[in-house]
């Protein structure tokens, strides 16, 4: 093996240190370690947890959001370079994992079956359809006019002007036609079976 000049080894030499990074650039590349995550988790576990509580409601949820935010920073620390940050990336990801269960909670609200309201006893039941039946008995009994004004205006839940659009009628037609059907149902409806 032939030996280099020295101006040809130092000239090696300083491209040799200028390629290895020096071992402050290593620690800041190979991110926060997992020591400091845990000193900086336990030294600010209580301003997390209030960071949490500000934007969610029970205890239980801010407590699984502050150790999710340590799991999630912890598995993520190598990009964490600057380790004056861990507790703002700490921080940032108690806000996300927050909202994120605020998300949740209102998704669920919003599927949630509404509860069915309480059932009617048979008797009810059975008094229902017998008014039921009548009240169709009695529409069939309204002019023709009449019924359909009716049946657009408080089954179709239509505004009398949308009514008189639909039937081509004025709108005085349609309000007499209503008061006209209204009255005579009244009529029917009273009248004994």
Not at 35 to 55: C, F, I, N, Q, W
């Amino acid at each position: 093996m032939t030996a280099l000049p020295p101006s040809a080894q130092s000239a090696n030499h300083q491209e040799a240190q200028q390629a290895l990074p020096s071992s402050a650039d290593a620690t800041m590349a190979a991110g926060t370690t997992v020591d400091h995550l845990t000193e900086t988790y336990r030294a600010h576990y209580r301003s997390l947890l209030g960071l949490a509580a500000l934007l969610l409601d029970d205890t239980a949820s801010c407590e699984d959001v502050v150790q999710e935010a340590f799991i999630r920073v912890h598995s993520a620390r190598n990009r964490v370079r600057d380790p004056d940050k861990t507790l703002a990336y700490l921080r940032q990801t108690v806000v996300n994992l927050s909202r994120s269960a605020l998300r949740r909670r209102i998704l669920g609200l919003k599927l949630l079956s509404k509860p069915m309201p309480d059932m009617a006893s048979a008797e009810e039941g059975a008094y229902e359809q017998l008014e039921r039946d009548q009240l169709i008995k009695a529409m069939r009994g309204l002019q023709r006019r009449q019924r359909e004004v009716l049946v657009l205006r408080y089954f179709a839940d239509m505004t009398e002007a949308q009514v008189a659009e639909v039937l081509g009628l004025s709108l005085g037609s349609v309000k007499a036609y209503g008061s006209r059907g209204i009255a005579a149902l009244r009529v029917a409806m009273e009248a004994p079976a």
